[in-house]
T-cell receptor
């Protein structure tokens, strides 16, 4: 089955700097790649997603890139702010219904003031 | 508010007991998925229900079972609880269908289960 690897597990950046989180997936049939942000004690919330027919997508300070050939995708956060501190999960969908989503192990992002 | 509600929010059970967790999906969503999130880990897919039938299952033993009702609400049942079952259990609803790719996932706040 699908396996999603995520790196790094922890990341600390200075406020205002950029943060990059990288993921790889194993199943070449995966066609949907969402990113979730989970604050302490709260539910995961979708922050951005990308589909396999697109190489890059941007939403304000957040961008995702997808390299289908290499089977990896990345999350980029620019001009980081204290409220960006959270755990971020990448994920990939594995079947045509695209409703079963496999998550990475998470990256704990800390923003230093 | 996302519209996906789970109950109870917290639960403490003894090893060997049985537990039922409940989820009310967001209006218009006919697909419900259940995930187990251990402390410090990513959510692990347990199973998914679409129109009252199981539609995919992750690597969990048969003592994890579920139901979906005509109003698309759902239950997760776990028998013979083990200490390792302690985790946050998340329900996610989506408007997905089997034939069509629909991607919107809305998570509930979860039920934190502690097995002692």
């Amino acid at each position: 089955g699908e396996n999603v690897e995520q790196h790094p597990s922890t990341l600390s950046v200075q406020e205002g700097d950029s943060a990059v989180i990288k993921c790889t997936y194993s199943d070449s049939a995966s066609n949907y790649f969402p990113w979730y942000k989970q604050e302490l004690g709260k539910r995961p919330q979708l922050i951005i997603d990308i589909r396999s027919n697109v190489g890059e997508k941007k939403d304000q300070r957040i961008a995702v890139t997808l390299n289908k050939t290499a089977k990896h995708f990345s999350l980029h956060i620019t001009e980081t702010q204290p409220e960006d501190s959270a755990v971020y999960f990448c994920a990939a969908s594995v079947d045509s219904s695209a409703s079963k989503i496999i998550f990475g192990s998470g990256t704990r992002l800390s923003i230093r003031p | 508010e996302t519209g996906v509600t789970q109950s109870p929010t917290h639960l403490i059970k003894t090893r060997g007991q049985q537990v039922t967790l409940r989820c009310s999906s967001q209006s218009g969503h006919n697909t419900v998925s259940w995930y187990q999130q251990a402390l410090g880990q990513g959510p692990q897919f347990i199973f998914q229900y679409y129109r009252e039938e199981e539609n995919g299952r992750g690597n969990f033993p048969p003592r994890f079972s579920g139901l979906q009702f005509p109003n698309y609400s759902s239950e997760l049942n776990v028998n013979a609880l083990e200490l390792d079952d302690s985790a946050l259990y998340l329900c996610a609803s989506s408007p997905g269908t089997v034939q069509k790719a629909r991607y919107g996932y809305t998570f509930g706040s979860g039920t934190r289960l502690t097995v002692v």
